[in-house]
């Protein structure tokens, strides 16, 4: 029979992307088909984001020959490189850093 003891410290804190790169099915449904196929979502979202709000006029989706990769572009805005107020680091290195960013 399991202990029936359980305290805070039985709780462990994951911090930044350590919890991603644990348990990446959490945030992504899966490390194989179906999680690139989510990822691939999330991308193409945000570059359907871009051009219905009027910053992009382009999408480019490339299926590449090996069948398991492709690359999304547009002619956003693009991720901005300035230093970030909250942080002082610059919001590229925020935003893959940093869950939800």
Do not use: Q
Request: net charge negative; glycine share 10%.
């Amino acid at each position: 029979m399991a202990s029936s003891s359980y305290t805070a410290k039985d709780i462990t804190v994951l911090e930044g992307l350590e919890p991603v790169r644990k348990r990446p099915g959490m945030y992504i449904g899966g490390v194989g088909t179906s999680g690139l196929h989510h990822l691939v979502w999330e991308i193409l979202d945000n570059s359907i984001d871009e051009a219905m709000n009027g910053y992009a006029a382009n999408i480019w989706v490339t299926l590449h020959k090996d069948g398991s990769s492709l690359t999304i572009e547009d002619d956003g805005r693009g991720i901005p490189v300035d230093k970030h107020p909250g942080s002082k680091k610059s919001a590229l290195e925020v935003i893959f850093t940093t869950l939800h960013a």
